[in-house]
């Protein structure tokens, strides 16, 4: 019993893999250590370092837990290479972060500005949509997975 145990476990935190349920799963610790790192990024800044401009400790946040991101799915998630130079990996990561990132404004604007939903149901509505934009941009658009190979 305990074999079997280890077993999964390693298949899901240890192999590497291609198999999207378990890189979504993964993906879904790799995001939320890069929310982490956003979070403290913003907040050490703003009220230990007396950052004054919330954008600029806003962007500085946003670019560490991108960092963050990259590194731990290329590490973790991602096993298959996109066939990209390093540089053009991370400028594609980058750009379907930024996309994200669109999306989020866009979507908390509608949500709360056009349909008043209280914003910190408009954010976890929108945090789920476009933690999906994401993973799924990531895996079939940059590391070049086929839909085929989703199972």
Same mark, same amino acid.
């Given at each position: 019993?305990?074999?079997?145990?280890?077993?999964?476990?390693?298949?899901?935190?240890?192999?590497?893999?291609? @198999?999207?349920?378990?890189?979504?799963?993964?993906?879904?610790?790799?995001?939320?250590?890069?929310?982490?790192?956003?979070?403290?990024?913003?907040?050490?800044?703003?009220?230990?370092? @007396?950052?004054?401009?919330?954008?600029?400790?806003?962007?500085?946040?946003?670019?560490?837990?991108?960092?963050?991101?990259?590194?731990?799915?290329?590490?973790?998630?991602?096993?298959?290479?996109?066939?990209?130079?390093?540089?053009?990996?991370?400028?594609?990561?980058?750009?379907?972060?930024?996309?994200?990132?669109?999306?989020?404004?866009?979507?908390?604007?509608?949500?709360?500005?056009?349909?008043?939903?209280?914003?910190?149901?408009?954010?976890?509505?929108?945090?789920?949509?476009?933690?999906?934009? @994401?993973?799924?941009?990531?895996?079939?658009?940059?590391?070049?997975?086929?839909?085929?190979?989703?199972?």
């Amino acid at each position: 019993m305990l074999k079997k145990a280890r077993i999964k476990f390693d298949v899901l935190f240890i192999q590497e893999t291609d @198999n999207t349920w378990i890189q979504g799963f993964r993906y879904l610790f790799v995001a939320s250590a890069a929310l982490m790192a956003d979070f403290l990024t913003l907040v050490t800044l703003t009220e230990l370092l @007396n950052v004054e401009n919330i954008i600029i400790s806003s962007a500085a946040g946003f670019s560490f837990g991108l960092i963050i991101n990259y590194l731990l799915s290329i590490r973790w998630v991602f096993t298959s290479g996109s066939g990209k130079s390093k540089r053009s990996e991370f400028l594609m990561f980058c750009v379907i972060g930024l996309v994200g990132l669109a999306m989020t404004a866009a979507l908390m604007w509608v949500m709360t500005s056009i349909f008043g939903v209280y914003y910190i149901f408009a954010k976890a509505v929108v945090t789920c949509i476009v933690f999906f934009w @994401n993973f799924f941009a990531r895996k079939f658009l940059l590391f070049n997975i086929k839909p085929k190979d989703i199972v």
